[in-house]
Structures are given as structure tokens and as C-alpha cells.
């Protein structure tokens, strides 16, 4: 009988282990490192503008978008691309008051923050999900900002640089 618990027991918790085992491989069907003259969704090329109020370069807007994310409102959406043109950044704004909320959809989607710092006025949370860093900033005032950083070129170096057949 203990056996076949301890059985059960591990299973649970490799069950529990693996669906925490999350993967972000895109923002809005867009996926990191795709290049911005490429990028589709439902068979629609996504417009880009240059957003010429950013002090960030390589930062873009898509005209009409939708800003929210879940039930939270949003003031800003920048999509960011590195000088080849790749996608590797998302930079999002928005009220003070739906700081709070944005933390909840944050933490339910993936878990405890890992890191807390606070710089100022600010405090600052970040999610680590495997190439993708995820940092909510809380100002004391105004508003909150999230950046979503991928290093999917780490990423990409590493599944290439595992598969090699030369020897």
C-alpha cells in the first residue's frame, strides 16, 4: 500500500511539475525574433508605424490596436524590433489603478515573481519563463509598465548548437 502511494505521489507532483513548465514563444500570435515585414495574423500582414513619441528605438505601434489585456485597460503597446528587424521586446503602459490587476494575470499565468527591487518610485517584479523575461513596474504614481524581453536568439543558438551531427 505504501508503494503504490508513493506511486501516486510522484506522479502528482511530475503531473504538477510539467503543466508549470510554461513556454512563451510569441506576443499575440507574433513570435519572438520573426521579422516585423513578415509578421501575419489570420492571414493579415500587421501594419507597423513607427511610434515618433518613444524615446526607445526600433519602436513601433499597430494602428487600432487592441489595448487591453484581459479585463486590464492599456495607454500604450510598443512593439519593439532590433536592428535586423527582428521581434525581441514588447514595452506596455497603463494606469495606476489596474497595477493590481496586471499583477494577478501575471502571477496566474506564471506563477511567483522571482525577482523585487524598487528604484525611486518604482517597484519593480520580474517573471523569469524560461527565454522570456517579463518585469512589471509599479510607480508610486500615474502608472504601471510591463516589459516583455525574449532572448530567443540565446534560444535558437541553443537548440542548434544541441542538435549538431558533425560528430
Do not use: H
Amino acid at each position: 500500500m505504501k508503494k503504490l502511494f508513493t506511486v501516486f505521489a510522484l506522479l502528482f507532483f511530475a503531473a504538477g511539475a510539467f503543466a508549470q513548465e510554461t513556454n512563451v514563444t510569441s506576443f499575440r500570435n507574433m513570435p519572438w525574433g520573426a521579422f516585423r515585414d513578415s509578421l501575419y495574423v489570420k492571414d493579415k500582414k500587421i501594419e507597423f508605424v513607427k511610434d515618433k513619441s518613444s524615446l526607445t528605438k526600433n519602436a513601433y505601434i499597430i494602428p487600432n490596436d487592441d489595448m487591453s489585456i484581459g479585463n486590464v485597460k492599456l495607454n500604450k503597446i510598443n512593439y519593439i524590433f532590433n536592428d535586423e528587424g527582428r521581434f525581441i521586446k514588447v514595452y506596455i503602459e497603463g494606469p495606476k489603478e489596474q497595477s493590481e490587476q496586471m499583477r494577478f494575470i501575471l502571477d496566474y499565468k506564471f506563477g511567483t515573481f522571482k525577482n523585487e527591487s524598487r528604484v525611486d518610485n518604482v517597484s519593480y517584479k520580474q517573471w523569469l519563463v524560461k527565454d522570456v523575461t517579463f518585469t512589471l513596474g509599479e510607480y508610486d504614481y500615474l502608472k504601471f509598465e510591463v516589459k516583455i524581453e525574449s532572448n530567443w536568439q540565446a534560444s535558437e543558438a541553443y537548440k542548434k548548437n544541441t542538435s549538431v551531427d558533425d560528430f
